[in-house]
């Protein structure tokens, strides 16, 4: 069954049950208001203002459903810095995507609504002390509305805007403008090869009197660099986000009953916010409660989410690999053996709820709102 929302191509190519569960799940109908080719491979999306959008921190983004043929994908986009309410991002057409990208590239233009859920902050911007931004290609538009809430609050700040080519760096032109070249620095990767970005982040934070926090977002390899580079450093801290939009092809396939594939920006959050609370590290069978009372077996070495689609029951996942928040699901009764890396530690000590594609139960049975 194909269900029908008035103008909208997007929604209307879902399954009716899809299109059922994604409301279910949060996800709502917001108007496209303009599309704009920022480079041949970068397509600008302005979607309808959000009060929602006003609220949320800088480095957010949102949940986009897409209807491909094995059913919903999820995918996560940075919302570009701009007025407090709009929802503004762009998309990369990714060369190796398994089809979100490309499939809003190809059908955008007949669109007029999208399926969207959030904003949503997973990357843990904070408005204190020196900061030094680091991007690699697309990896820029979440640092756009940190680099502006930076300037806007006098920040100490410095941009390291890494691309391939300049043509194809979206934001190169306008941040430079805006910010002038003694802020924002811009290494063509073809011309210049690969950046030392750790000792261009240590230059420039060796001669602040305050700790640094270094904020990446881009290619794993850039930002494992960083992070390792300044592991235990006594001034430099380093928070990353990942486009996983780049790594679709290594994901899981789509689960049964439309389940949604990769995609998302995943956090790499500060300590804080790892696995705290009673992690067994183990994995025994239990029983997972729905709704409507009926019970599904998880066996050891199954995740929550890989039972429910095996029973036949639909859920949205988009990393698999709790980093991203998509398959955050509220826990009825019992306790979760938190396993991700989206929640806080005082969200994981609240029991309220889980991501189910890793987290697991304390115990024999969790009930949840499924
Ligand atoms: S699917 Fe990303 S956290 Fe579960």
Redesign the pocket.
Known sequence: MTATMHGSPAIGDFDGIDLDMLIRQGFRPVPVSALRALTPEVLGIDLAPSEAAADSAPGSHIEVAVPLPDGPAIRHYSLLAGPAESLRVAVLREHHSRGGSAWLHANLGSCTSLLVRGPRDTFGYSGTGPAYFVAGGIGITPLTAMIAAAAAAGRDWHLLYVGRRQESMAFADALVREYGSDRVTIHITEAAGRPDAVSAAEDWASVRQEPTTVYSCGPMPLMRALEIGFVDHPSISVICEDFDDASEPARSAPHLGGT?SAG?PRSDPPTDTAPDTEATGTDEDFIVELGDGSEIDVPAGCTI?DALNNAGVRT?????????????TVILDGQADHR?S?LSAEEHMAQETM????SRACGRRIALDL
């Open positions: 949604a998302a989410i949205l996942s988009s990393c698999q690999k709790g980093t991203c928040g998509t398959c955050e991700d989206v991501m189910i594609c890793v």
